[in-house]
Structures are given as structure tokens and as C-alpha cells.
């Protein structure tokens, strides 16, 4: 092993070294519970201080992915979430604390608004009639119709965002199908469609959204259904334009010959967009699945999402969840309800959109200032390329900086050289984050 660590080391330098191990590690040429040559013996072969390999091995049990066991020695770490899908696995990563965990993709949670008077306005006791209830309730069903981005003919509710593009796929996909996904994407997205046995058709994205001519040639291969995500696209940041939007809906128009994929749209961050909401279902009402999810604004926890679309897709999807976990709670709607509605949380998460967007700001102004060319992003995360991502996690893990690997995003082969940044759960020291960040992505 000593050999093997000393051949794959390009630069004898606390990050070189630590690098070289993380590669080493991600590629399986390391396995969990291996034990790693003494700090002196690699120090010696490689011709540096222990000093300077004593730092690599901190900076690596930094992002969780060695331990020390004292006089036993070091030892390669296993995955702290085996219980999770792989893609999943990846993105929730070692849980190590660090100083400032930038990796989360989750919102700051003094902006979520209170609860407590939501609270008040449930029934004492549960209803018992709600196995033959409609599954939304009516009052939330205005209220959501009112807010959506264009009229829609049917709505209900999901417990999250996932829970609505698991329920869509199930009624629209069979084994061998292909569906289009954004490149990147959020990784839980790659886990739901090797679970179906789908065949993913990756589209690149630009500063607008989903590339038109990309998702042409996609459409050639039949897709069945297309995911995207029209604001603050988790892991970029993008917001997709009215212009772009239109495009697309243009793009599947031209290609109706080739089949009538449905769109499923997860707009997971809208309450705290700084972006208009723009959606397909203005041009392609009956084609496509519109999602609202709360959890970025009023709280994770609350697992609640609206999804609204065609009647004769909604109610399939309606009557499956009825086989399954029934119908979401109508406590739980009564929360979200006076939370849309109670001008206080109202307030509350008008206040956490602004505050998001000029933390996004800030941010990206200091990376600028830094010498790394950047604009702000929408929601809560940004898209950071750098020279060298592993090379990246493991310099900021040693400044305290825990962020999340931009590979795991990825939906097409090849290396990626990026990172994503949960900038949303920056609240002070904006230019030293800025700093941190600039040279980690900077150095080669």
C-alpha cells in the first residue's frame, strides 16, 4: 500500500497528499477498514516532514474519509449511510461536523417561519372520516390554485418533492424506458430511475436552463417523461428564463411526431425564489406535472408538496397512493394552509427570499474579488467549478469548509470538476468563505 500511496502523490504537499489518498480512496483502490502506513513511513518515502503528512491525514479525517484509532493506526472509513441509495448515499456524504458545512443543500432554519400559531388550529382530536375524504383540502386547494404558474385541472398533495416524481415515474415509466434528466441533477433523481430500470438521457444546461438543441436530440430517442427543475436547479442555482421556457415548449411542439413525453416539473425552492415562477404547463397543459414543494421554505420536516396536472394523471397517482400510505395528512395541510396564509409566516418567508438572494449575492461578489469569475446564483446553493474538485473538498476541509463533491450531480459519464456551495447557510464572514472558496477552486 505504501507504494501504491507514493505512486499516485503529484504534489508533496499536505493537500497533494491528501488528494492522492482521497482518489485513491473514491476509486475503490482503498477499501473501508484498510489500514494506512504509519505517518513516518510515508514521510520518509516520500522525502517530507511528518509534520506535512500529519496534515494530510487530518485534512482527510476532516471529510470523514479516514479515522484514527491512536497506536492502532489510521484506517480507511466506510460509508456512515449504507441504509441510503447509492446516488442519495453520495449526496448526504460522511456527516463529519466541520466549522462551516456548506454541503447540505438544506435552508438556514432561522428563517423558516414559526409554527406555533399553525399549531393552534388543529383539531384536538384526529378526523376519523378521512379515509372517504377528498385528499386535499378545499380551502388549500384554492389557495395553491391561486399561486400556481398557470391553470391547472387537478391538484393533491404528496409528503415532498421526491414523494412527487417517485408517484409520477410509477404511473408514467416501464422497465426500459428512457426519461430526460437535467446534467447535472439532483442525485436522488439517478436513484429513482436505476430503481425502474430507466434508461437516463442527460441534457447539459446553460445560463438559461435546459439547452433546447440537447433536448432535441434527446427527444429522437422516445423519452417517456422529462424531469427538470425551472427554479434555483439544485446543484446550480439556475433559473430558467420565460424565453427558455417557451423554447422548450417550442422543442417538444416539433417533436410531438416522435411522442408526447410528460414534464415533470420540480420547482423545490419556489417560495424562495428570487426568480418569476415561469412553467411548460402554460404551453403543454396536459403533459405536464407540476410540483411546489415546501420544504426549502416553511421546513424539511413538514414533508409536504403540491403536485397539479392533467386529471387523468392525477387521479391515477391519487388512487395508487391510496393502496399505499392513503392520502397526506390534513393536519399536516392545515399547517402548510395557515402558513401560506397567516400574514406573520408570510412575512417571515418574504423576508427569507430577500435574505437569501443578497446572501447569494455577497458571496458570489467576493469570489469575484478573489479572481474567480462568478454570478449569483438563485435559492440556496451555487455552482462553483474548480481546478481540481477532490483537491478542492480536501483544502476546504482543512480550513473547516465542508462542501458537497460536484460529481455526484453529474448524470453523464466523464470527469466534472465542480462543487456545489450551500451559499443560502453563509450569514457572516462573507469575504473569508469567498476567499477559502476562490483558492480551493483556483489551486492546481
Known amino acids: 500500500m505504501l507504494d ?15 488528494a492522492a489518498i482521497s482518489r485513491l480512496i473514491r476509486s475503490g483502490a482503498l477499501n473501508a477498514g484498510d489500514r494506512l502506513p504509519t505517518v513516518r513511513d510515508v514521510a520518509a518515502t516520500l522525502g517530507v516532514s511528518p509534520a506535512t503528512v500529519s496534515n494530510a491525514w487530518q485534512a482527510l479525517s476532516g471529510v470523514g474519509l479516514i479515522t484514527s484509532r491512536g497506536r492502532a493506526g489510521s484506517y480507511v472509513l466506510q460509508a456512515s449511510t449504507p441504509w441510503m441509495p447509492p446516488h442519495f448515499g453520495e449526496l448526504a456524504g460522511s456527516h463529519v461536523t466541520a466549522r462551516l458545512d456548506l454541503s447540505t443543500g438544506t435552508p438556514d432554519p432561522a428563517l423558516l417561519p414559526d409554527l406555533t400559531a399553525a399549531l393552534t388550529k388543529l383539531p384536538t382530536r384526529a378526523d376519523t372520516a378521512s379515509y372517504l375524504s377528498a385528499p386535499v383540502l378545499p380551502e388549500l386547494d384554492l389557495q395553491l390554485r391561486a ?3 398557470y391553470t391547472v385541472s387537478s391538484l393533491t398533495i404528496v409528503d415532498g418533492a421526491l414523494d412527487a416524481i417517485s408517484r409520477s415515474l410509477e404511473v408514467l415509466v416501464r422497465y426500459g424506458d428512457r426519461v430526460v434528466v437535467e446534467n447535472p441533477t439532483f442525485p436522488p433523481f439517478l436513484d429513482l430511475l436505476e430503481h425502474l430500470g430507466v434508461e437516463r438521457l442527460p441534457v447539459d444546461l446553460d445560463a438559461e436552463g435546459m439547452r433546447p438543441e440537447q433536448l432535441a436530440k434527446a427527444l429522437e430517442l422516445g423519452p417517456v417523461a422529462i424531469i427538470l427543475q425551472p427554479r434555483a436547479q439544485n446543484p446550480t442555482g439556475i433559473s430558467m428564463t420565460e424565453g427558455r421556457v417557451r423554447e422548450l415548449a417550442r422543442v417538444l411542439r416539433a417533436h410531438a411526431h416522435l411522442g408526447d413525453p410528460v414534464v415533470i416539473e420540480d420547482d423545490h425552492s419556489g417560495e424562495i425564489s428570487s426568480s418569476p ?3 411548460l404547463g402554460v404551453w403543454l397543459p396536459n403533459r405536464t406535472l ?21 386529471e387523468s394523471l392525477i387521479d391515477r397517482i391519487v388512487a395508487r397512493r391510496l393502496l399505499g400510505p392513503g392520502w397526506t395528512s390534513r393536519m399536516l395541510q392545515t399547517i402548510l394552509y395557515e402558513l401560506l396564509t397567516a400574514s406573520a409566516s408570510v412575512s417571515t418567508v418574504h423576508d427569507a427570499r430577500r435574505m437569501y438572494q443578497a446572501r447569494q449575492r455577497l458571496l458570489s461578489e467576493s469570489l469575484v474579488r478573489n479572481g474567480l469569475e462568478h454570478a449569483p446564483s438563485d435559492g440556496i446553493n451555487t455552482w462553483i467549478p474548480v481546478a481540481d474538485e477532490k483537491a478542492a473538498i480536501v483544502s476546504l476541509a482543512a480550513s473547516g469548509i465542508r462542501v458537497a463533491a460536484g460529481s455526484t450531480f453529474v448524470a453523464a459519464p466523464g470527469p466534472t470538476q465542480f462543487v456545489r456551495v450551500t451559499a443560502g447557510n453563509v450569514t457572516e464572514d462573507f469575504e473569508v468563505v469567498g476567499a477559502a472558496l476562490a483558492a480551493a477552486a483556483l489551486a492546481t
Do not use: N
Not at 414533508?303 to 397539479?308: E, M, P, Q, S
Open 277 to 279: 415562477a415561469h412553467s
Open 290 to 310: 407540476h410540483i411546489r414543494s415546501y420544504a426549502k421554505s416553511h421546513g424539511p420536516d413538514l414533508r409536504i408538496a403540491a403536485l397539479g396536472g392533467p
Open 147 to 149: 399561486s400556481w404558474p
Open 4 to 18: 501504491q500511496i507514493v505512486d499516485a502523490v503529484e504534489f508533496r504537499t499536505p493537500e497533494g497528499i491528501a
